[in-house]
């Protein structure tokens, strides 16, 4: 076969640096988001911080139209300005149209900064053995309970295991550890030391003054507990002889216990959050603005820009080249955020406006054709992307959902009918609640047809127990 060279067109698709940076970016949290440039920062010495706000427009981007973003003048002179003229501007920054600062609507702050000072449990136990007067022994003891003890603030160790776990040449008797467990047991938050919910119940119920109500109590906690969860009334009712007024006051009184008494003291799990948009409704229009605090403001150190603008040579180039593709890319981050909050507000107004019972079907395709972008991008723009609303700040994601039809031929969102569940349960009579085939027949006289297995599933989304469960005396 005679060798021949032959020429051929193919087109492929390359994920340029840029390009790469660009979706990495779009698919981070502000807060990581925040992390990931004080990696360049610290990186590039090109690239720093501006100290004030960006003297912008106060242009606000409306979404009566079709969703999409006006164009900005700022966006306008960067497109008119050359390459090299962006790269040596003095003092660069990242600029955008529409902002929601902190001195908006007439100074007020949506947002206020809250620190508390937390006390562990382990603390606030110590310190209460610090004021006994007690043997010394008897004080070892009893911080090596406090020790054992799990978050909740029981004691998940028998008193033998706890004996046997400790140093042989102290010679600690297991009844030695039951005097050190009834000095911690007298301590605060009551309830701790327990070492089973009936036992936690038990010891608060001890501190109240006698009476029937609270003698009834005991009684349920130590010998019917399981009976009392079943919500199982006749039966209790039967075994402890009771009426039904002393048995309602004694199972109001067992609900008012903390069975988790050291769960106040246990450390919380703080997450920050810092909202991407902020929606306001002004003069009947609902507007979307870019969140100044989340907002990051970068540009082109302006001492080395004049170095390399006479330097052509010098060897910043490519950190140059790299502060700006960070500042496009981070500039058209916030930009298809914008665009898609925008679109999103536009499609759930009624939400906005009347609660969850109004929240309308969406899905991703249907934000990606209107913007004209690709579902996968929708995808990384609403998670762990927020909208700071009047009815609360909610993850884009959080307006999609599923839809159910209608017998009118439409379709409501599974957001809505969450909601409509939710109304139902609460206004129920505690004595005759709604079963899931009941509320299953209610919506389908409004017009939503709901299978049984589907409310039940809505249902335990919503942690509400079933039918048996909810019921009262």
């Known amino acids: 076969m ?37 990696k360049y920062l610290l990186d590039n010495p090109l690239l720093e911080r501006a100290e004030e706000y960006p003297s912008l427009g106060a242009q606000q981007s409306d979404t009566s139209g079709d969703g999409s973003p006006e164009p900005n003048t700022a966006d306008e002179q960067r497109e008119s300005s050359s390459p090299e003229d962006e790269g040596w501007l003095d003092g660069q920054v990242t600029s955008f149209g529409s902002f929601a600062s902190p001195e908006d609507d007439d100074g007020d702050s949506d947002y206020q900064d809250v620190q508390a000072a937390t006390v562990s449990l382990r603390e606030h136990l110590l310190w209460q053995l610090g004021l006994m007067t ?17 978050d909740d603030g029981y004691l998940t160790l028998s008193l033998e295991e706890l004996a046997e776990a ?74 402890t002889g009771c009426d039904d007024e002393t048995l309602r006051a004694a199972h109001f009184l067992i609900c008012s216990l903390n069975p988790r008494p050291g769960a106040a ?17 002004v003069r009947g229009q609902w507007l979307v603005n870019v969140n100044a605090d989340a907002f990051p403001r970068l540009r082109i150190n302006s001492l080395y820009a004049q170095i390399l603008s006479r330097q052509r040579g010098s060897g910043l180039a490519g950190q140059l080249q790299e502060a700006r593709w960070l500042i496009r890319n981070v500039q058209q981050r916030f930009d298809t955020i914008l665009r898609v909050a925008q679109a999103i507000v536009e499609r759930q107004r009624q939400f906005l406006d009347h609660g969850e019972v109004a929240m309308r079907p969406l899905v991703l395709r249907e934000i990606a054709e209107v913007l004209g972008l690709h579902e996968s991008t929708i995808s990384r723009v609403t998670t762990q992307k927020y909208m700071a609303t009047p009815r609360g700040i909610f993850e884009l994601k959080y307006f999609f959902g ?58 335990e989304a919503l942690s509400i127990p079933p039918v048996n469960l909810r019921k009262s005396i």
Do not use: W
Request: hydrophobic share 40%; proline share 6%.
């Open 2 to 38: 005679k060798p021949s060279l032959q020429l051929k067109l193919s087109q492929h698709l390359a994920l340029t640096p840029q390009l790469q940076q660009s979706i990495r970016l779009l698919q981070l949290s502000t807060i990581e988001l925040e992390h990931e440039l004080e």
């Open 134 to 150: 007690i043997p010394d022994r008897d004080r070892v003891l009893v911080r090596c309970l406090v020790e054992a003890l799990d």
């Open 166 to 239: 400790m140093p042989a040449e102290l010679d600690i008797d297991p009844e030695e550890l039951q005097i050190a467990l009834k000095h911690l047991q007298y301590f605060d938050p009551t309830g701790v030391g327990a070492r089973s919910a009936q036992e936690c119940l038990s010891l608060q119920l001890a501190t109240l003054p006698a009476d029937p109500t609270c003698t009834l109590a005991q009684e349920i906690v130590r010998h019917h507990l399981e009976l009392l969860a079943n919500h199982d009334f006749p039966k209790l009712r039967k075994q």
């Open 265 to 281: 003291y246990a450390s919380p799990d703080t997450r920050y959050i810092t909202p991407d948009v902020v929606v306001r409704k």
């Open 402 to 459: 599923s839809h159910v039809s209608t017998d009118a031929g439409g379709a409501c969102s599974a957001t809505a009918i969450r909601a409509l569940i939710r109304q139902m349960i609460s206004a129920e009579e505690p004595n005759k609640p709604l079963s899931d085939s009941q509320i299953s027949e209610v919506l389908g006289q409004q017009g939503i047809v709901v299978a049984r297995r589907t409310i039940a599933k809505y249902r």
